[in-house]
């Protein structure tokens, strides 16, 4: 297995298994938080997907996004099934891109997000996008348990 198929499989796991947290909250705890100051359930799904998108544009533009618009901006999170079909497209087409590069631009090609504090490899990147939306699972798991909402087995 090429190192680019690899990484392709670990972003699609990921994905699998936010998708089943995701569908187990119901959309009536969507706007659920902890706080005043955090994000509630449906935000952090749409911020999982719409960040994913941004890194797709850093990849493909060698760096930070000035310009970026973020997809649906503005339209409210409805329900989990309309995220994930929003989501969809854009994550093949993710997928498509990362199964195009060479295992070589992994390790070689540097995506300069200095203005954030980093620059790093393309396969640093990918790793680093994919641990981010497991970070976020693993939120949506501990504010589904602070809310006493049953949560999914993903350990499969």
């Not at 935000?43 to 533009?61: G, N, P």
């Not at 995506?111 to 497991?134: F, K, P, T, W």
Request: aromatic residues 10%; charged residues 25%.
């Amino acid at each position: 297995m090429r190192a680019t198929e690899l990484a392709a499989l670990n972003l699609t796991e990921v994905r699998r298994r936010s998708g089943l947290v995701w569908r187990s909250i119901p959309d009536s705890w969507l706007s659920w938080k902890p706080d005043d100051a955090a994000m509630s359930m449906g935000e952090v799904i749409r911020h999982v997907w719409t960040s994913q998108v941004y890194y797709h544009e850093a990849l493909k533009c060698g760096g930070s996004v000035p310009d970026y618009r973020e997809p649906h901006e503005g339209h409210p999170v409805r329900g989990v099934e309309e995220e994930l079909s929003l989501s969809q497209r854009y994550f093949e087409r993710f997928l498509d891109y990362v199964g195009g590069l060479s295992d070589d631009e992994l390790a070689t090609r540097m995506i300069d997000r200095s203005n954030v504090g980093y620059i790093r490899s393309v396969g640093d990147m990918l790793a680093r996008i994919a641990y981010h939306e497991s970070v976020h699972t693993g939120q949506l798991l501990q504010y589904m348990r602070m809310a006493g909402v049953e949560r999914p087995q993903i350990w499969d």
